[in-house]
């Protein structure tokens, strides 16, 4: 049985793009040539010609030389553009990630270092096209609170982002973490990882002598970690006390993590939000992505054994040559891998079995996630054809197709609000309520749904989809406090949701400080308990714990078409 999960797996990661909404294109820039470096890394001279400023804070010493950043008028310390690997071009292309060339003098950290290469835009309704970024792109940004006027500053914790993008798409630049971190006193890491063909394809001429292809946005997250384990004592955070929070494929490669045995110790908690890895099409098994990698070497011209090939093939060309294969509309192209030294089991069997880390998680869906995905899929100006819904579901699901549209009847609103609730329920909500359970048999786990009816987002709304309610991607603007572009703006949230918004990035700080996101003036928060299935509501003026999530949902429903 094929689970409505794979209808939309692309959209359902894409978070709206990097910012869930934010790969739509932030600081576009033409995608230049691949070049490939030296085969040693050589110093970098960096040096400037005048004496840094007085400015105490931003002249910090890490592992590879000097750094300058700068200071933000809210006092904020903040360095950009930061190298955490080697440019992974050339020979390193489809290479694990390799330590950064060291440089000598001091090195500007000041701007954002280039995004990996992908679509300029996959926000819905944005007309942009074509490319940005480059291949030497494996930067991190880290936010850091002012500095005290008096007295030492103490460790504070770290809270290191994945950002979502279908797999394909977004980049740490992409989030300012300056209200976070200065609101709740936290370090704040960003950072990009490999994309699309670069970080996911494999294929026989990859394949190393593990028998390990693929993965390598994967092993770039874990090597920024190193990093962040290795240098961020340099700027006032405590390396022992590492949060990792991501949404939607940043969410999803964190849950892959946990179950990574390569990430054991390299984080100490982790926030998940809208993205559950477990369900079919998450990841495939090895076998399957290495004959998708044959036949998409093919189509780029190279023979499937041929590695040289597959590296002279322009970075640019990757993005337009499309992976052969049947798929539904919208799904990704080259899913995670299990079955390789970084994911050697499906992360739904390692949690069933209560092997994977065990520390404490957070987290969450927001109650209207398919409205995301939907609202673009019918004609302009019309709602979403009845038949085309059967019809999909009736493909996917197939002999359990009348069960699953019995229990989602087309009536009391439009088409689009149908197929919204199924692709919120089945992809998200009841996938990470089952996550919730399996978790909570070995670490404790925060559980919560958002529920802002009407959060201040930029989209427009459509005949199949007139509003948007608490779709997916629209509680980052919340957790961040900074807008989002072509996604939302908080100078114009009402009175009410800007208390929400404090909350939830107080409950995430306090989760980060302690593992618990309970504090004064919160709405006390238990820890999950599949028994009572209690989840928090997080709501302007209505945050609390509500119960029967799972009955709202039709979880019962999609476990019993899970099981056949």
Same mark, same amino acid.
Request: charged share 15%; aromatic share 8%; with cysteine.
């Given at each position: 049985?094929? @689970?409505?999960?794979?209808?939309?797996? =692309? /959209?359902?990661?894409?978070?709206?793009?990097?910012?869930?909404?934010?790969?739509?294109?932030?600081?576009?820039?033409?995608?230049?040539?691949?070049?490939? +470096?030296?085969?040693?890394?050589?110093?970098?001279?960096?040096?400037?010609?005048?004496?840094? *400023?007085?400015?105490?804070?931003?002249?910090?010493?890490?592992?590879?030389?000097?750094?300058?950043?700068?200071?933000?008028? !809210?006092?904020?310390?903040?360095?950009?553009?930061?190298?955490?690997?080697?440019?992974?071009?050339?020979?390193?292309?489809?290479?694990?990630?390799?330590?950064?060339?060291?440089?000598?003098?001091?090195?500007?950290?000041?701007?954002?270092?280039?995004?990996?290469?992908?679509?300029?835009?996959?926000?819905?309704?944005?007309?942009?096209?074509?490319?940005?970024?480059?291949?030497?792109?494996?930067?991190?940004?880290?936010?850091?609170?002012?500095?005290? !006027?008096?007295?030492?500053?103490?460790?504070?914790?770290?809270?290191?982002?994945?950002?979502?993008? #279908?797999?394909?798409?977004?980049?740490?630049?992409?989030?300012?973490?300056?209200?976070?971190?200065?609101?709740?006193?936290?370090?704040?890491?960003?950072?990009?990882?490999?994309?699309?063909?670069?970080?996911?394809?494999?294929?026989?001429?990859?394949?190393?002598?593990?028998? #390990? #292809?693929? !993965?390598?946005?994967?092993?770039?997250?874990?090597?920024?970690?190193?990093?962040?384990?290795? !240098?961020?004592?340099?700027?006032?955070?405590?390396?022992?006390?590492?949060?990792?929070?991501?949404?939607?494929?940043?969410?999803?490669?964190?849950?892959?993590?946990?179950?990574?045995?390569?990430?054991?110790?390299?984080?100490?908690?982790? $926030?998940?939000?809208?993205?559950?890895?477990?369900?079919?099409? $998450?990841?495939?098994?090895?076998?399957?992505?290495?004959?998708?990698?044959?036949?998409?070497?093919?189509?780029?011209?190279?023979?499937?054994?041929?590695?040289?090939?597959?590296?002279?093939?322009?970075?640019?060309?990757?993005?337009?040559?499309?992976?052969?294969?049947?798929?539904?509309?919208?799904?990704?192209?080259?899913?995670?891998?299990?079955?390789?030294?970084? /994911?050697?089991?499906?992360?739904?069997?390692?949690?069933?079995?209560?092997?994977?880390?065990?520390?404490?998680?957070?987290?969450?869906?927001?109650?209207?996630?398919?409205?995301?995905?939907?609202?673009?899929?019918?004609?302009?100006?019309?709602?979403?054809?009845?038949?085309?819904?059967?019809?999909?579901?009736?493909?996917?699901?197939?002999?359990?197709?009348?069960?699953?549209?019995?229990?989602?009847?087309?009536?009391?609103?439009?088409?689009?609000?149908?197929?919204?609730?199924?692709?919120?329920?089945?992809?998200?909500?009841?996938?990470?309520?089952?996550?919730?359970?399996?978790?909570?048999?070995?670490?404790?786990?925060?559980?919560?749904?958002?529920?802002?009816? =009407?959060?201040?987002?930029?989209?427009?709304?459509?005949?199949?989809? *007139?509003?948007?309610?608490?779709?997916?991607?629209?509680?980052?603007?919340?957790?961040?406090?900074?807008?989002?572009?072509?996604?939302?703006?908080?100078?114009?949230?009402?009175?009410?949701?800007?208390?929400?918004?404090?909350? $939830? @990035?107080?409950?995430?700080?306090?989760?980060?400080?302690?593992?618990?996101?309970?504090? +004064?003036?919160?709405?006390?928060?238990?820890?999950?308990? *599949?028994?009572?299935?209690?989840?928090?509501?997080? =709501?302007?003026?209505?945050?609390?714990?509500?119960?029967?999530?799972?009955?709202?949902?039709?979880?019962?429903?999609?476990?019993?078409?899970?099981? @056949?």
């Amino acid at each position: 049985m094929v @689970r409505f999960l794979r209808v939309m797996t =692309a /959209l359902a990661l894409c978070a709206a793009g990097g910012s869930s909404g934010q790969d739509a294109g932030l600081w576009p820039a033409p995608l230049p040539p691949v070049t490939a +470096p030296a085969t040693q890394p050589r110093p970098l001279d960096l040096k400037v010609s005048a004496d840094p *400023p007085p400015v105490p804070g931003v002249r910090v010493q890490v592992h590879g030389g000097a750094l300058l950043g700068r200071v933000l008028d !809210n006092g904020v310390r903040v360095w950009q553009g930061v190298p955490y690997a080697a440019p992974p071009t050339g020979e390193r292309r489809w290479q694990p990630p390799q330590p950064p060339a060291p440089w000598t003098g001091l090195r500007a950290a000041t701007a954002p270092g280039d995004v990996c290469p992908q679509p300029m835009s996959q926000m819905p309704g944005d007309g942009r096209s074509g490319l940005r970024g480059a291949e030497d792109c494996l930067f991190l940004n880290v936010y850091a609170p002012p500095l005290p !006027n008096t007295g030492r500053a103490p460790r504070t914790p770290v809270m290191v982002w994945l950002h979502g993008g #279908s797999f394909r798409s977004g980049a740490g630049s992409d989030y300012a973490a300056e209200v976070l971190a200065r609101e709740q006193g936290v370090t704040v890491v960003t950072l990009n990882y490999r994309l699309g063909a670069l970080g996911f394809l494999a294929a026989p001429a990859l394949t190393d002598a593990t028998g #390990s #292809s693929g !993965n390598y946005g994967l092993m770039d997250q874990q090597e920024a970690l190193r990093w962040v384990r290795r !240098n961020v004592a340099a700027f006032g955070g405590d390396p022992r006390n590492v949060t990792v929070f991501g949404e939607s494929a940043g969410a999803m490669s964190l849950c892959a993590q946990l179950a990574s045995p390569l990430s054991r110790g390299l984080f100490a908690r982790a $926030i998940l939000q809208s993205g559950p890895c477990t369900p079919q099409g $998450i990841t495939t098994p090895l076998s399957e992505a290495l004959n998708t990698g044959s036949a998409y070497a093919r189509a780029l011209g190279c023979a499937p054994q041929d590695a040289a090939c597959l590296r002279a093939v322009p970075a640019g060309r990757l993005l337009d040559v499309p992976v052969p294969g049947r798929r539904v509309p919208g799904a990704v192209d080259l899913p995670m891998v299990s079955g390789d030294r970084v /994911l050697p089991r499906a992360p739904a069997d390692v949690f069933a079995a209560g092997e994977g880390l065990r520390v404490p998680v957070l987290l969450g869906t927001n109650r209207d996630e398919g409205t995301l995905f939907v609202a673009p899929v019918a004609e302009a100006g019309q709602d979403l054809p009845l038949w085309q819904f059967w019809g999909v579901v009736a493909l996917l699901e197939r002999w359990d197709a009348p069960r699953a549209l019995a229990s989602y009847p087309a009536g009391g609103g439009t088409v689009g609000d149908t197929a919204a609730a199924l692709v919120t329920d089945s992809l998200f909500a009841c996938p990470a309520s089952d996550l919730a359970a399996d978790l909570a048999r070995t670490a404790p786990v925060y559980t919560y749904e958002f529920r802002d009816p =009407a959060p201040p987002l930029d989209l427009a709304p459509t005949a199949s989809v *007139p509003r948007y309610g608490a779709s997916h991607a629209s509680e980052l603007v919340s957790v961040f406090g900074t807008r989002l572009a072509g996604l939302a703006d908080p100078a114009r949230f009402t009175a009410p949701q800007a208390d929400l918004a404090r909350s $939830i @990035r107080t409950y995430w700080a306090n989760f980060a400080r302690r593992g618990d996101p309970n504090g +004064p003036g919160l709405a006390p928060w238990s820890p999950y308990d *599949p028994e009572n299935g209690r989840v928090m509501g997080l =709501a302007p003026q209505a945050t609390g714990e509500f119960a029967g999530f799972r009955q709202a949902h039709r979880c019962g429903l999609w476990d019993r078409l899970a099981s @056949r």
